[in-house]
């Protein structure tokens, strides 16, 4: 006896594929998405860097660019600080000269570090000013092999010290830039008395 075949119709329903259901037309929707989200994002900081932090001073633009200003000079250099110089007008700054081919910048040992952010600012824009800028200590001990400074010798010295108050200030052969709080403020201030901006 032969077995018989049974054929077992099926009906198939095919389902419709939604639009959603389409993992390409999904990943394109993400991506379409993503590009806008971005596009409006940079609208949006680019009108917060543009809405009025901007000026002119004595000559030089100032753009404050997230947290920094951006000084453009007219020959197109720029520098960056973390103050502006309208900020800085207060604080006193007695004439400072230095036309000389060599300049220290002095520390005293455990007071003060020559390793510091603002120190290194400070020297690398000296040295665009200054042929020779090296660094110096105020006492022998604890000093690193430098050469040992004071205010009461002949060689110009630049001392970045903590003080009662934001100034700079001269005393026998030391430049003193005295800060309270803050000693960007007062290298910023220094820098842009340097530069001829304030």
Not at 27 to 53: A, N, P
């Amino acid at each position: 006896m032969r077995a018989r075949k049974v054929s077992k119709s099926r009906n198939v329903v095919k389902k419709e594929k939604g639009f959603f259901s389409d993992k390409r037309k999904v990943g394109l929707i993400f991506v379409g998405l993503f590009l806008i989200v971005l596009m409006v994002g940079s609208m949006l900081m680019s009108s917060r860097e543009d809405d009025g932090k901007e000026y002119e001073y004595n000559g030089y633009y100032f753009i404050q660019l997230e947290g920094y200003w951006k000084m453009v000079a007219e020959d197109d250099i720029s520098l960056f600080f973390l103050n502006d110089p309208k900020s800085l007008e207060n604080i006193t700054v007695e004439q400072v000269n230095l036309m000389v081919d060599k300049v220290y910048l002095g520390f005293k040992p455990g007071e003060e570090g020559f390793g510091s952010q603002g120190i290194q600012r400070l020297g690398s824009i000296l040295s665009s000013a200054v042929p020779s800028v090296l660094p110096a200590c105020f006492a022998e001990e604890g000093c690193p092999d430098l050469p040992i400074v004071s205010c009461g010798g002949e060689d110009k010295v630049i001392w970045l010290k903590h003080g009662e108050e934001d100034k700079i200030y001269n005393q026998d052969n030391c430049v003193i830039l005295q800060f309270k709080d803050k000693e960007m403020k007062i290298i910023d201030l220094f820098i842009y008395k340097l530069l001829g901006v304030m």
